[in-house]
């Protein structure tokens, strides 16, 4: 659960808003402090408009009341306001689990008080009763107040399916891929239900070769980028024995590993990729910003549908605009003239201009994978047919059409619920 401060519904010194996300709709938690002239509740008064998502307010009102307060005996002049601004938010007050003033006094002549209040949704079932802890105060004259909240239990998966650089596992995922590459039918490829089901062919001998050699890994704050089977073995071996000679090889393991990766790192940016850049901290990874929900035509989108299409809306609105194409005639006619087909040399000119280290589509195949396949001569033709004949068939294929989207937020931006501000 993410909250983020709404500074655009009320600016004031006395008032937080927070938003957070709870199924379909956004919800606010509203923290008050309210000096002798009740100045954050005429606020509330003021700008009530949008606050009707709101399933907590509390904080300290700075009104003595004998509705809530029995050693008080009086009422205030500011509970009817208060009382006011609460139904007109749909909460009403919620008297605590156990009884004990919220504040206690310094001046031995005055009584301790209750002045901080909650004010909860009824009809929002993830927020229960709250409780006064008045030993937590200690040096502070207030009591803690606690609201239990009712989160329901999210699995997150933290894992995904790898197979280690240069590992034995890679060698013989890509001995698998090209052996099997080598069994398909590519000579006589007449229609486009031929292609699609050769190609679904190669799909499926990625598919089964990846997940028969690859590994599912957990992510961990542990997590490093330069650990090698070496370094677990070394590090099991010291866990079982807990010999001090085995735990030094440990540390030569991973001082080893770190060198090597790092060595390999720094050769090929300096020689193959080109990209000093990739060496400074503005293109490692970042935290995202604390965002609110994307809004789309004053809605927020808060599923994956809701979201796609607001952000396909946005960068896809001149689809189905008139457009006067008149100008057109005016462009003298060429003859026309075939596509010529590829040759297996323009394929691999081509491939070998692409990114070894850029992240794989859903078939797991990377360039680095696709480099290496093509250097069989044989593999290499069956590739070719293949595209040349999606050439021939005027057809482009279902697979190729399929790809993982990440959405990435624009930087330095004062807010994100904009789709135009990714």
């Keep these: 659960m993410r909250f983020t401060l709404r500074l655009n519904i009320i600016n004031h010194q006395d008032v937080n808003i927070l938003a957070f996300h709870s199924?379909?709709?956004?919800?606010?938690?509203?923290?008050?402090?309210?000096?002798?002239?009740?100045?954050?509740?005429?606020?509330?008064?003021?700008?009530?408009?949008?606050?009707?998502?709101?399933?907590?307010?509390?904080?300290?009102?700075?009104?003595?009341?004998?509705?809530?307060?029995?050693?008080?005996?009086?009422?205030?002049?500011?509970?009817?306001?208060?009382?006011?601004?609460?139904?007109s938010l749909g909460l009403d007050l919620s008297p605590p689990i156990n009884s004990s003033p919220t504040r206690f006094t310094d001046n031995p002549h005055n009584t301790n008080s209750v002045i901080n209040l909650a004010f909860i949704n009824p009809n929002n079932s993830g927020f229960s009763q709250h409780s006064l802890h008045p030993e937590l105060h200690r040096l502070s004259d207030y009591v803690p107040l606690i609201i239990e909240v009712s989160i329901n239990e999210t699995n997150i998966d933290n894992s995904f399916w790898s197979i280690c650089k240069d590992s034995e596992k890679e060698k013989n995922f890509i001995k698998v891929i090209t052996d099997n590459t080598l069994t398909l039918n590519t000579l006589n490829i007449t229609s486009k239900e031929n292609l699609e089901a050769i190609v679904q062919q190669l799909a499926n001998i990625f598919n089964e070769a990846w997940y028969s050699q690859a590994k599912k890994k957990h992510i961990t704050k542990h997590s490093k980028e330069w650990w090698t089977h070496v370094c677990t073995e070394s590090l099991n071996r010291y866990r079982n024995t807990g010999h001090i000679e085995h735990w030094c090889e440990f540390k030569s393991n991973t001082r080893i590993a770190k060198r090597e990766f790092f060595d390999n790192k720094i050769y090929e940016i300096t020689s193959s990729n080109k990209r000093p850049w990739d060496l400074m901290n503005w293109v490692k990874k970042k935290n995202l910003p604390t965002i609110e929900s994307i809004l789309y035509k004053g809605q927020p989108c808060n599923t994956l549908p809701d979201l796609w299409y607001a952000l396909y809306s946005s960068y896809n609105s001149a689809k189905n605009r008139p457009i006067n194409t008149s100008f057109l005639n005016e462009t003298p006619q060429a003859n026309q003239i075939l596509?010529?087909?590829?040759?297996?040399?323009?394929?691999?000119?081509?491939?070998?201009?692409?990114?070894?280290?850029?992240?794989?589509?859903?078939?797991?195949?990377?360039?680095?994978?696709?480099?290496?396949?093509?250097?069989?001569?044989?593999?290499?033709?069956?590739?070719?047919?293949?595209?040349?004949?999606?050439?021939?068939?005027?057809?482009?294929?279902?697979?190729?059409?399929?790809?993982?989207?990440?959405?990435?937020?624009?930087?330095?931006?004062?807010?994100?619920?904009?789709?135009?501000?990714?």
């Excluded at 509740?41 to 009341?65: A, W």
């Excluded at 293949?386 to 959405?407: G, M, Q, R």
């Design 23 to 87: 199924g379909q709709h956004i919800n606010y938690v509203i923290n008050v402090y309210s000096n002798d002239n009740q100045s954050a509740l005429h606020t509330l008064n003021r700008n009530i408009i949008g606050l009707n998502d709101t399933v907590v307010m509390t904080g300290n009102f700075n009104i003595r009341d004998n509705d809530w307060d029995p050693n008080y005996p009086h009422h205030s002049a500011h509970t009817k306001d208060l009382f006011t601004l609460a139904e």
């Design 339 to 422: 596509w010529p087909p590829f040759l297996e040399q323009e394929f691999k000119d081509a491939i070998a201009k692409c990114s070894s280290s850029s992240i794989p589509g859903l078939d797991h195949i990377s360039w680095r994978y696709l480099k290496v396949l093509i250097t069989n001569d044989r593999c290499l033709l069956k590739i070719v047919q293949i595209a040349n004949a999606c050439i021939d068939l005027e057809f482009w294929l279902s697979h190729i059409k399929s790809s993982n989207t990440v959405v990435i937020p624009k930087p330095n931006k004062n807010n994100y619920n904009s789709p135009k501000l990714f």
